[in-house]
Structures are given as C-alpha cells and as structure tokens.
C-alpha cells in the first residue's frame, strides 16, 4: 500500500507495496486454510485485505495477502505460526506483522501493526475474496503505439522515467504531458485501486492526442528524492520538443492536484506550452488549502466541532513554527511535543477515529519539515496564474473534499482575470469527486469502492476542450 497524509491533496495510507496478514486457526472449524477478509481503518479511509491460507506438501503454512481496494495481489508472507489459537503473521516486504487470537465465531481478532503504526483488525470467512473492477482500464493490444522513455533532470541529477503513448497514423500530433499531485506517484498516477492517467492517457490517444507520463522522483525507475524537491522543479517541459512525431507548437500540460502548481510554473517559463489543464489544480495557498480541507474531511467522518476546531488550532500552530524556524531539527522537536499535546485531549475513540497516534506522528513529522512541505505551505499559485498568458481549462469536481473547488475556482479565475488572460473556461462538476468519479458523497473512503476510475463527462470534457485549442 502507500501512506496515505493531507499532503497538501492526498492522504497517505501506510501499507506500502501490500501488506502481511495471513491467517491460522483452527477453532471452531478447526481448520485455519481458507480465504480470510478484513478491514483496516487507517484515518480517513478503510481498506479492505484478503489473506489467503493454505499448507505446504509438509503440512507447514502458508500465506498471501490481497489489498482489493489498492490493486495489490498475491503480496508474499514470509512467517506464519499457528499454536494454541493464536496466529502470528510476518512479512518484510512490507515491514508488518499481524497477531491474532481465534475466535468461537471463526472470527479472528487481532492487531496488524508496520512502521510503528498499530490497528485492530478481525478476520473473517469468506468463500469468494472481491475482486477489483476497473472497467475503464485498457487491455492489450492498444490501438496506438506505447513507448517506455526516460530524459534527465541535468539541473537536479536525476532521470525521469515515463511512457509516451502516440497514434498509429497521421503525424505531427499534438501532446500533452501528465503531472500527478502531491505524494509519491507512479506514471498513473494509482491511487484506490485506480489508475486515472492511465485511463485518461487511453481516452485521448485513441483521439489522436500523444501522452507523456512519467514516475515522480524516486518511484518506479525515475531516481532523486520527491521530499528534497520543490513543485517549482519536477516537469520536464522539454522532453516532447525533440520528437518527430509531436507537433512542438500544440505542447501542453495536464496537471491533477497539486501538479496544477507545475502545470502554470512551467507555462510562465517556457512559450513552448500550448495550453494548460487543472483538473482539481490548486488556485489557494497550501496553508489555505489544508486549512479548508481537514475540515471537510474531519466533517466527513464525523469529527465533532470541538476536535475540528482542536485540529485547526494545533495546524495554525504547527505553521507558525515552521515560518520562524529553519532549522528542521528544532522545528521538528517543537513540532512533535505540540502534536503530542494534542493527542492528550482527544479521546481513545477519537484517536482510533482519526487515525492518530505517537507513532503516526513520527512518520508524519520528516514530511512536515521537508522542503516540499515548507514551499508547498506557503507558495501562492496566484501570482503565477496572473502571468499565464495560454489557454487554461480548469475543473474541479463539486464534491471534492481535498480541493474545496467554491473558494478554488473562483480564485483561479480571479487571478487569470487579473492578469489579463481571456482564454479560459473554469467550471465545476456537479457530483463529481477529488479524482473525477461520480460520487455520492466525495469522502475519501469512497474512492476504491467506486468502480468509475474518471468519468465519461470528466473525460470528454478535457479531449474537446484540448481539440478546440490545437484545431486553430
């Protein structure tokens, strides 16, 4: 899995990569072998795991484990005892281990604890485990051509790693490259068990529209380190200019999230951006946009008014002491006994509700003081969206709790109103979420459980709009 935090867009789960968690017992059933599910409240979202226990030729056991609601299969379980109705489960990959007791139900009871973090979970029988569907997806052979490609950040000593995705005929096509929001993202931007830019990089080269897709820094086979980089340097504009096959004057530039800081970044320093997507892209300071956002999400879970106000309390504090201190180490320890205090005044319920602990703290502090944070805090996007002179299209679903798109959309039109820019269309999405799915209610924990990775409307939304600005 991966952490899920508020990074500015995001949560940040912690079961990275899947997790460990197989099963054993013999109790009621007397029989541990079998397919086990459970779920993992982890903050503001739940995840299902599947465990599926079998026997060795010498009766010895073993595990796997499925985590549907992220796209993990068959994650490997390096230890698995059974003795006396207690189970205990280990797996390195991901640094976790389970213990549970069985129980006269058949029910197994227990607490998955990585990384320092601890969560109750209880497993139980099932004769089918569920199965992700994604029917958007695309399945091989694509009708247009997928290229692995890579180009280097000479400026940062990196090397970023992609896919360019290009029509089997014609020529001369335009382009468009993607950039994920905040966090550590592959090339398709997974998140819930989805993978909107592979979905949406389908949709538009099947329309004749080239994409460029790239790991973020330290993911997949792009190197550097996402934390030691600002938003101000993680596109690479250039790269598509060289290639024969792209029309070098109809370039242009998705950005999903907080990659709709790059997207404008980019468009001001190069002419060679055509035209410019935000889709949720922030218009509002990061201190702003945190600040809106716990509560909306705080609300969705059913934080009381007095914790939501504790939490905005503590978050204003935490920022006032990364503005007047700079050496992270100090910041760090002011940091860490003030989040400490405040989880002395929430409830064990509250703390188990929110997903809060010392622990979780710890994990959470390198992020807060890192470089990304500090900039991500502070930069006002509008003095740059001021400067953009291209066409922009910017979307936020209506629904989106991450974004707040009332108080987002009308400060992206504000500013490129101000700046003179009279080539844009800004509008939200009625029923629309943080990743474009047609949602009930926008809650994060609705992400995976939904089966629509990007909506139809979303999508042509953004092909139609990108046709009318490189048809002229």
Wanted: proline letters at 4%; a neutral charge.
């Amino acid at each position: 899995m991966k952490t899920i935090k508020n990074r500015g867009n995001r949560i940040f789960i912690i079961l990275m990569l899947g997790a460990v968690l197989p099963t054993v017992g013999f109790g009621a059933k007397n029989n541990i072998e079998g397919i086990w599910i459970g779920s993992l409240k982890v903050s503001v979202a739940e995840l299902r795991v599947v465990f599926r226990i079998s026997r060795n030729e010498d009766g010895s056991l073993r595990a796997t484990m499925d985590s549907p609601d992220q796209g993990a299969k068959d994650i490997p379980v390096n230890e698995v005892t059974f003795k006396s109705g207690k189970l205990h489960l280990e797996s390195k990959v991901i640094m976790g281990t389970y213990d549970g007791t069985l129980q006269l139900d058949d029910s197994i009871e227990g607490t998955w604890q990585q990384r320092g973090l601890s969560f109750p979970l209880k497993l139980e029988r099932t004769d089918e485990a569920p199965k992700l569907h994604r029917p958007q997806e695309p399945k091989k052979p694509y009708p247009y051509i997928e290229e692995e490609i890579s180009y280097e950040n000479a400026e940062a000593g990196v090397k970023l790693v992609g896919t360019l995705t290009l029509p089997r005929t014609g020529g001369s096509f335009p382009a468009v490259i993607m950039i994920s929001g905040s966090g550590a993202q592959d090339r398709n931007e997974t998140v819930a068990g989805h993978r909107p830019f592979l979905v949406l990089a389908d949709y538009l080269t099947r329309k004749g529209i080239a994409v460029l897709r790239i790991d973020d820094r330290g993911v997949g086979s792009s190197t550097g380190n996402l934390l030691e980089s600002t938003s101000e340097d993680l596109a690479g504009v250039k790269f598509l200019k060289a290639r024969k096959e792209i029309d070098s004057k109809k370039i242009g530039l998705i950005g999903h999230s907080e990659g709709g800081i790059i997207a404008p970044i980019a468009a001001v320093k190069s002419s060679d951006v055509a035209f410019i997507v935000l889709l949720a892209g922030m218009g509002l300071t990061g201190k702003e946009i945190l600040e809106l956002q716990s509560g909306l999400i705080l609300k969705s879970v059913g934080a009381s008014e007095d914790v939501i106000a504790l939490e905005h309390s503590s978050t204003e504090q935490i920022f006032e002491v990364l503005r007047n201190e700079e050496d992270n180490l100090v910041a760090e320890k002011k940091i860490r006994e003030l989040m400490i205090s405040v989880l002395g005044k929430l409830s064990k319920e509250e703390r188990d509700a929110l997903g809060t602990s010392e622990a979780a703290i710890e994990i959470q502090l390198k992020m807060i003081v890192s470089q990304w944070f500090r900039f991500f805090l502070e930069y006002d996007p509008k003095t740059t969206l001021m400067k953009v002179k291209c066409p922009v299209l910017a979307i936020n679903g209506e629904l989106d709790l991450q974004v707040p798109p009332k108080e987002n959309l009308a400060s992206i039109e504000r500013a490129l109103k101000t700046g003179g820019n009279t080539n844009y269309t800004i509008k939200g999405l009625p029923g629309h979420n943080h990743l474009f799915q047609r949602a009930k209610t926008g809650a994060i924990s609705e992400y995976a459980r939904i089966e629509e990775t990007m909506s139809p409307i979303a999508l042509e939304m953004v092909y139609k709009w990108i046709l009318r600005q490189t048809k002229k």
